[in-house]
């Protein structure tokens, strides 16, 4: 059976504007291109959309935006996570209500020597049982310090409402137990896209990644070399990608995925305080980057 969240799917930024309130013009102008790409659909309020620094009210608010802009045949996920069961149970029912058609929960971390494998079970399966719409796990440890380990995933994924995880490691042992040990029907999604053509051979049904905002198409022509098992076409587009996969990833993070994004034409604004803009440099190597992969033209040729 076909997960039901499988393809490639972009977590999407939240654009400020320069007084730091949301651009909800600019929000709508983003989802409209990248409407008209190939991806299979967008998640709001992930890691790169500065979840945690926003505000309840502003999330909901962004959820509702983004929803009014994406075609209901298009499938838009919402990050719920929060440090409480509570909060997240909350945070996850208003997502609902607003029309999303699952959510994306992160692992609580703030108390790291009490997330204990029992801890997550009760967490994610409370949330679970209190969501009208699907929960997909999140395991993003460069910024929680938490794992989610293969037993608790497998564990969790028994229950009917929990149906997949995004991985955003590149712990491709890990993945594969994940893949092993879940059904069929269970989306395993790539959260690296410096590892994407090992965590696709691994089993991963898509993937949520930054770098699909900015090269929608390749990314997505990657994943599809993998599944007719063109792999050395593969591994070379891999190759290609990997300067910019590593730039808007670990290496600048937001604030270089935003940097990219506004040389693209998208509007994306600077990062929320205590996020910094990238200094000019970086800018210059981004544009680089984009240059190198014939796309900055593409895109002025899109937006003209």
Same mark, same amino acid.
């Given at each position: 059976m076909t997960p039901r969240f499988a393809g490639v799917f972009t977590p @999407?930024? /939240?654009?400020? =504007?320069?007084?730091? /309130?949301?651009?909800e013009a600019g929000v709508r102008r983003n989802v409209a291109r990248w409407m008209n790409t190939q991806l299979t659909g967008l998640v709001v309020l992930g890691s790169n959309g500065e979840a945690p620094q926003l505000e309840e009210a502003e999330a909901d608010w962004m959820i509702d935006i983004v929803r009014s802009e994406v075609p209901a045949?298009? &499938?838009? !996920?919402?990050?719920?996570?929060?440090? $409480?069961?509570?909060?997240? !149970?909350?945070? +996850?029912k208003r997502? %609902?209500?607003a029309g999303v058609d699952a959510v994306l929960v992160r692992t609580?971390?703030?108390?790291?020597?009490?997330? +204990? %494998?029992?801890?997550? #079970?009760?967490?994610?399966?409370?949330?679970? #049982?209190?969501? $009208?719409?699907?929960?997909? *796990?999140?395991?993003?440890?460069?910024?929680?310090?938490?794992?989610l380990s293969p037993d608790v995933v497998a564990t969790l994924a028994g229950h009917p409402n929990i149906v997949g995880i995004k991985e955003s490691g590149?712990? !491709?042992? =890990?993945?594969?137990?994940?893949? $092993?040990? +879940?059904?069929?029907?269970?989306?395993?999604?790539a959260g690296s896209a410096t590892t994407l053509v090992h965590a696709l051979c691994a089993g991963c049904d898509g993937a949520i990644l930054a770098l699909?905002?900015?090269?929608?198409?390749?990314?997505?022509?990657?994943?599809?070399?993998?599944?007719?098992?063109?792999?050395?076409?593969a591994r070379?587009? =891999?190759?290609? *990608?990997?300067?910019?996969?590593?730039?808007?990833?670990?290496?600048?993070?937001?604030p270089g995925l935003k940097a990219a994004l506004e040389l693209m034409g998208?509007?994306?604004? %600077?990062?929320?305080?205590?996020?910094?803009?990238?200094? &000019?440099? @970086? @800018?210059? /190597?981004?544009?680089? =980057?984009?240059?190198?992969?014939?796309?900055i033209e593409k895109a002025s040729i899109l937006q003209n």
């Open positions: @999407i930024v /939240t654009p400020f =504007q320069s007084d730091g /309130t949301i651009d045949q298009r &499938p838009l !996920i919402a990050g719920t996570g929060r440090e $409480s069961t509570k909060a997240t !149970i909350a945070a +996850t997502a %609902a209500a609580p971390s703030f108390f790291k020597p009490q997330m +204990t %494998a029992d801890v997550f #079970e009760r967490h994610y399966l409370e949330v679970a #049982e209190a969501s $009208s719409v699907p929960v997909l *796990l999140y395991n993003v440890t460069v910024y929680t310090g938490v794992n590149g712990d !491709i042992a =890990q993945i594969a137990e994940y893949v $092993s040990r +879940t059904p069929d029907d269970f989306s395993v999604l699909a905002a900015l090269v929608p198409r390749e990314v997505r022509g990657l994943a599809e070399l993998v599944a007719e098992g063109r792999l050395e076409e070379a587009l =891999q190759r290609r *990608l990997m300067p910019l996969a590593r730039a808007v990833g670990a290496q600048y993070g937001v998208f509007a994306a604004g %600077a990062p929320r305080p205590p996020l910094m803009p990238v200094a &000019p440099g @970086i @800018i210059d /190597t981004l544009r680089a =980057q984009l240059d190198a992969l014939g796309v």
